[in-house]
């Protein structure tokens, strides 16, 4: 069973205050990975992706990948009330032909005014 | 990335009947997929849609529960059988496989159904 693990939170941080979400995997040939943000009562939005080793950056949002320590992680820098919404890591895990995503069970950030 | 529609948004319904949930992309895309999130937890793959061919099923999840159709490359459609309240939830189409983005995998806006 390929696991993909979240701190569930809530993580609570003031707003412009960084805030950093983790994630580890279990399946060690994954290769691609991704985070989605998951607003109450809406469908998960793709905020980020990351292949390789490394820092990938994109506007207030940093994600990290270590494949050796098979942990993936996102930092949010200068934290918006706007950035309160469930967190989901999602990791490529490859099948019969093709690769599906397996989600982690989402970390809750609240950003506090 | 891809724009994705589904149909209908929301629906209650009575145990024992089916639903059918359409779902439309604006672009050719490779890869569809259906998941279901159950209140307060996270995503759960039921399946992938195949062009031309028999959906390919999670464990846990059957053909006769969850018939799956996808006639071309930009629709798809799920349909929940003889429903019950445990089928309440929130269904989602995804895709992945894009011209502009085809490693990423996005998601529809979701059909969140209630069965009574």
């Known amino acids: 069973q390929k696991e993909v693990e979240q701190n569930s939170g809530p993580l609570s941080v003031p707003e412009g205050a960084i805030a950093s979400l983790n994630c580890t995997y279990s399946?060690?040939?994954?290769?691609?990975f991704f985070w989605y943000r998951q607003y109450s009562g809406k469908s998960p939005e793709l905020i980020m992706s990351?292949?390789?080793?490394g820092d990938k950056e994109d506007g207030r949002f940093t994600a990290q990948l270590n494949k050796a320590s098979q942990y993936v992680s996102l930092l949010i820098r200068d934290s918006q009330p706007s950035d309160s919404a469930t967190y989901l890591c999602?990791?490529?895990?490859?099948?019969?032909?093709?690769?599906?995503?397996?989600f982690g069970k989402g970390t809750m950030l609240l950003v506090s005014p | 990335s891809a724009v994705i529609s589904q149909k209908p948004s929301r629906d209650i319904c009575q145990r024992g009947t089916s639903l059918t949930i359409q779902c439309q992309v604006d672009?050719?895309?490779?890869?569809m997929f259906w998941y279901r999130q159950q209140p307060g937890q996270s995503l759960t793959l039921i399946a992938t849609?195949?062009?031309?061919?028999?959906?390919?099923?999670e464990s846990g999840f059957v053909i006769d529960k969850f018939p799956i159709s996808r006639p071309n490359l930009t629709f798809s459609t799920l349909t929940v059988s003889n429903m019950s309240p445990e089928d309440s939830s929130i269904y989602l189409c995804?895709?992945?496989?894009?011209?502009?983005?085809?490693?990423?995998?996005?998601f529809g806006p979701g059909t969140r159904l209630t069965v009574l």
């Open positions: 995804s895709v992945r496989g894009s011209a502009s983005s085809y490693n990423e995998q996005f």
């Open positions: 999602a990791v490529n895990v490859k099948g019969p032909g093709y690769s599906t995503l397996t």
């Open positions: 672009s050719q895309v490779t890869m």
């Open positions: 849609a195949n062009q031309g061919s028999e959906a390919t099923y």
């Open positions: 399946d060690r040939g994954s290769q691609s």
């Open positions: 990351i292949y390789s080793n």
